[in-house]
């Protein structure tokens, strides 16, 4: 079992950045594909970015594509997620999650979730 922190959310205007991080506990991390999802108000949790076990693949969702990059730190057992060039639309609540091998691109794929981070994107 895994266990999930997020750090790094607040409030930021549009154009600006954040680095999101996401350390996990735990001797097996280098074993869990890990991604972020996103929940805005009102609306489903949706895929965000997500990494293979050794960091040399990953995927975004076409909303984030150019804009954030996901990376992984298997020595520290954390997966980040740097947000450049933010929009109001990116403001949403983000969350971590840990799949066993296969890559979490949706909600169904991931065994374990954080319990998120607010962003708040000012226009």
């Known amino acids: 079992q895994v266990q999930l922190v997020e750090s790094g959310g607040g409030k930021v205007q549009a154009g600006g950045s954040l680095r999101l991080s996401c350390a996990a506990s735990?001797?097996?991390?280098?074993?869990?594909?890990m991604g972020w999802f996103r929940q805005a108000p009102g609306k489903e949790r949706v895929f965000v970015a997500a990494?293979?076990?050794?960091?040399?693949?990953?995927y975004y969702a076409d909303s984030v594509k150019g804009r954030f990059t996901i990376s992984r730190d298997n020595a520290k057992n954390t997966v980040y997620l740097q947000m450049n060039s933010l929009k109001p639309e990116d403001t949403a609540v983000y969350y971590c999650?840990?799949?066993?091998?296969?890559?979490?691109?949706?909600?169904?794929?991931?065994?374990?979730w954080g319990q998120g981070t607010q962003v708040t994107v000012s226009s």
């Open positions: 990494i293979r076990l050794s960091g040399g693949t990953t």
């Open positions: 999650a840990a799949s066993l091998g296969v890559v979490p691109q949706t909600e169904r794929r991931a065994d374990y």
């Open positions: 735990g001797r097996t991390f280098s074993s869990y594909a």
